[in-house]
């Protein structure tokens, strides 16, 4: 039956992932906090959370602000970190689903910024911006926000 | 020698200073000091304040920063309130050569203007789509075979009409509630993964299954309402999402007819697994549609499809596949494919599909695998090569003895 071999083949690559995913290392440390404008209630977040409202899938906060996600620029190291611990995509995968994005549901990346000022800046600025920057870089024209299970 | 001691002598006699004299200098280089010291200080005084103006002052780096930031908070206090018009599009051309009646062809294969625009809850998104791909009617009629299948064996030459038309292949509006209920109105594509995602940038191969547009319609005009349940599970989340939809039928030019007739409907059911951050993905869904379908005798009659399908991803390996089985007039027809894909670095891909498509309704059973690679120096560009080889079965709906047969397709594909 040729569904079989259909299934045969799925079943194989499946099993072939399965193995792949034994060796997956653990993520270091992060370097980077999650910054929202100081009048943002919100106060913890979880991965997932995350991860909608910078795939702009979550598009309000529940003070009925329009969520504004703000990324660093693409060659940035605090962009790469973010990237990977926390929407488990390298830049690139990140820069491929954008494409796909804009194309099916007509929706753009986030805005990019190139330095801690300019990230501080905007999220002071726009009560509905959430950001990372740099640890020991955030004053207190932002908000610190906690992310449950972020190494 | 004693006249020159005595001239020196005199010398120094009338080179010689008084006392009050050298107190009188000793006077003026104290002023000059004192003064000196006050310039010094008000030197000093300056220098800081130079100091301090250049620790406030900017680069010039800092100051094209400052401005786009205030540019880009501008920008996004617009899109919140008014919205923002986006505008893309993606071109594809393509080059297939094989073994079977179609001819080597080049093919200006899509053209698509995408417009969309977000307004708080609203979303509005168009897609203007042109085709040009080269249209061979002659091989229709010298097969003398009345069921459409030459022309699709052409891929997807079938898609609109080919010669260069323009025809709008998305327009909706959508009004997202929340995450549990949205409405989507208007012209919009078919829920299924590959139907959603069939643009060239998106897929790896430069063809569709040969089995997509027998099973699933590929596209619907009614209303859909769609909506997911997430719960986080560790790192990832477990999620449950649906699809409902009413439309009309799947019939050219949606005639009389098919206005008059009863409207068609599906609904869709996908999972999300948790992933255990080990997986980048890992969801399944199942499709059922319950509509009418056009015969080539421009008859309606009904039609029952479902379908289940299921993408894996974990680094650089995903697997992809799709099976669906529809049945009209007591006639079962079925198709599926199977596509594991590599990342081999950043801008390679390389993959392989099998797929097959069992129909009595077009006289078609054939089975094909492709292999190919993906070149993709940027996300939005793609330069895309395969092999394929297509072999017909035996079966009792099928009335000629066809030949396996063998190809290359290659395509260019740009996103903007």
Sequence with gaps: ?151 | MTCRFRLVGVVVALMATPAWAQQDDVARLRAELQRQQVVIAELLQRLDQLEKKQAGAATRDEVTQEAETQQEVVNSLRESLLGRVNLGGYYNFRFAADSSETPVSFQQHHLGLLLSKQLRRFNFHMELELQNVPHHPELRAESGDEAPHLEEEAGEASDISGEGQVAVENAWMEYNHNRFLNVRVGKQLAPQYWWQNHYPNLTLSTDQPIYLRELFPPELIGVMAHGNVTRASGESEFGIGYKLYLSNNQFEGNSQRDLRDAKSWGGRVQVKLPTGGALKRFDMAADLYRGRIALVTQELVDDHVYGVESQVEIDRFQVQGEYARGRTLGQTRYGYYVQPAVRMRDDWLAFYRVEQLDSPRIHRAEVRHLGGVNFRPYPQIAVKAEFYRAVPQARPFVEHDERPYRGFAAAAVFFF
Excluded: C
């Design chain 1, 1 to 151: 039956m040729p569904v079989w071999r259909a299934v045969r083949v799925w079943m194989t690559g499946a099993a072939v992932l399965a193995l792949a995913s034994t060796s997956a290392p653990a993520a270091p440390t992060s370097q980077f906090r999650i910054i929202v404008h100081r009048e943002n209630p919100v106060t913890l977040l979880t991965i997932p959370e995350l991860q909608r409202m910078f795939r702009k899938q979550t598009r309000m906060w529940p003070n009925g602000e329009s969520v504004v996600p703000v990324d660093w620029d693409a060659t940035s190291p605090v962009r790469e970190d973010f990237s990977e611990k926390v929407l488990r995509r390298s830049v690139r995968e990140m820069a491929e689903f954008w494409v796909q994005q804009s194309i099916t549901q007509g929706l753009t990346p986030p805005t990019t910024l190139r330095s801690t000022r300019a990230i501080l800046r905007f999220v002071a600025s726009v009560p509905g911006a959430i950001a990372y920057a740099p640890a020991g870089e955030v004053d207190a024209t932002v908000k610190k926000v906690d992310v449950k299970g972020l190494p």
